[in-house]
C-alpha cells in the first residue's frame, strides 16, 4: 500500500530557531495534510494543500505540496515552547475516497 | 470546520469484554471514520462510517472485532469487542469532506 515517510523522526531545537520537516512518498498523492497532535490530544489541522507546487502559510507556519505531487514540507518559523508535539502529513490516497494515509509523524521539542 | 465529541475520554477495560465508544458531531457531515493510533505510532484508518449501509473496512480490521454504528448524519459509534491486551489504543473519529477534523481520541487500556 501507500505509505510516507517523514524525517527528521524526531528533532530538538532551541526556542527561536526555524524549523524544517518533510514528508515523502513513492507514489502520488492530490491533497497533503499537515497536522500536529500534543499529548492526550486529537491531530489538529495547520495546513491543507491541493495543488502541485502550492505554498501555503498559517501565521509562523509555510507548508508547500512538492511538484511531483510525492512530497510536501513544513517550515515553523521562530519557534515558541507550545510547538512542541508531534507533527503528522496526511496524503489523500485516492480520488474517490475521503480518507487519507498518516505519516510516522515527527517528534518536535523546544529547548528554552 | 465540525465540532467533536467523543466519549469515553479513556476507560480501563477488562480482557474479554467490549466497549462502545461515541462520536458526536455538531453538524451533519457525509462521512465519518474511525481510526486507532497504537502508543507512539502514527493513526490507522479503522474503517469508513457509512449513513444508512455497513461500514467500509480497511485491510486487517473486521466487522466481527470492530462493529460500527451510523444511524444518522451526526452520530457515530465504534465498539472493540472481546478486548485484549493489544487492542490498547487510543481511537479517533474523524469527519469532515476531506478528513479534517479529529475527535480528541478515547484512550483504551485494556488488562
Known amino acids: 500500500g501507500q505509505q510516507l515517510n517523514q524525517s527528521p523522526q524526531s528533532m530538538f531545537i532551541q526556542e527561536g530557531e526555524d524549523v524544517s520537516m518533510n514528508c515523502t512518498s513513492s507514489?502520488?498523492?492530490?491533497?497533503w495534510l499537515w497536522y500536529k497532535q500534543d499529548p492526550g490530544e486529537g491531530p489538529v489541522l495547520l495546513i491543507a494543500?491541493?495543488?502541485?507546487?502550492e505554498l501555503t502559510s498559517n501565521g509562523r507556519l509555510t507548508a508547500q505540496f512538492g511538484i511531483t505531487r510525492k512530497d510536501s514540507f513544513l517550515n515553523i518559523s521562530a519557534s515558541i515552547p507550545s510547538d512542541v508535539g508531534i507533527y503528522f502529513c496526511?496524503?489523500?490516497?485516492?480520488?474517490?475516497?475521503?480518507?487519507?494515509?498518516f505519516g510516522p509523524g515527527t517528534r518536535l521539542s523546544v529547548l528554552p | 470546520s465540525a465540532v467533536i465529541s467523543q466519549k469515553p475520554s479513556r476507560d480501563i477495560c477488562q480482557r474479554g469484554t467490549s466497549l462502545t465508544i461515541q462520536c458526536q458531531v455538531d453538524?451533519?457531515?457525509?462521512?465519518m471514520f474511525w481510526y486507532r493510533q497504537q502508543p507512539g505510532q502514527s493513526l490507522t484508518l479503522i474503517a469508513t462510517a457509512n449513513q444508512g449501509s455497513e461500514a467500509t473496512y480497511e485491510s486487517g480490521f473486521v466487522i466481527d472485532k470492530f462493529p460500527i454504528s451510523r444511524p444518522n448524519l451526526t452520530f457515530s459509534t465504534l465498539t472493540v469487542s472481546n478486548m485484549s491486551p493489544e487492542d490498547s489504543s487510543i481511537y479517533l473519529c474523524?469527519?469532515?469532506?476531506?478528513?479534517?477534523?479529529f475527535g480528541s481520541g478515547t484512550r483504551l487500556t485494556v488488562v
Open positions: 507514489s502520488i498523492f492530490n491533497t
Open positions: 496526511a496524503g489523500l490516497r485516492d480520488n474517490y475516497g475521503q480518507n487519507f494515509v
Open positions: 474523524s469527519v469532515g469532506d476531506y478528513g479534517y477534523t
Open positions: 453538524s451533519q457531515v457525509t462521512m
Open positions: 494543500l491541493y495543488k502541485a507546487g
